[in-house]
Nanobody, 120 residues
Framework: LEQLVESGGGSVEVGGSLSLSCVAAGYTYSSYCKGWYRQAPGKEREEVARIETDGDTTYADSVKGRFIISLGNAKNTLYLQMNSLQPEDTAVYYC??????????????WGQGTQVTVSS
């Protein structure tokens, strides 16, 4: 069974930090591009950050300087370190991967999501 499994969500106060993890398991084809998306209540899903296996990263303007995306040594684990969290960061966060390709292709595999809540 191919799946992305997120963990690490939760509740934190403004200015706090959280770290998300995502493990990719059961995939036949490699993914050379992984990313994090989020969806707040009543809003569309938006891309937070993406990373290619060569280490190139891209961030949404809203999280630059606060969030860090990274890969584990085996490249099948994705992380998102979130610092200086604000109430507007409250959302369900999804791990995503381009299975069988690079970041020039759309994400085609998604995790189930993990809730992040930032309270003031």
């Amino acid at each position: 069974l191919e799946q992305l499994v997120e963990s690490g969500g939760g509740s934190v106060e403004v200015g706090g930090s959280l770290s998300l993890s995502c493990v990719a398991a059961g995939y036949t084809y490699s993914s050379y591009c992984k990313g994090w998306y989020r969806q707040a209540p009543g809003k569309e899903r938006e891309e937070v950050a993406r990373i290619e296996t060569d280490g190139d990263t891209t961030y949404a303007d809203s999280v630059k300087g606060r969030f860090i995306i990274s890969l584990g040594n085996a490249k099948n684990t994705l992380y998102l370190q979130m610092n200086s969290l604000q109430p507007e960061d409250t959302a369900v966060y999804y791990c995503a991967a381009v299975v069988g390709g690079y970041c020039d292709r759309p994400f085609n595999s998604w995790g189930q999501g993990t809730q992040v809540t930032v309270s003031s």
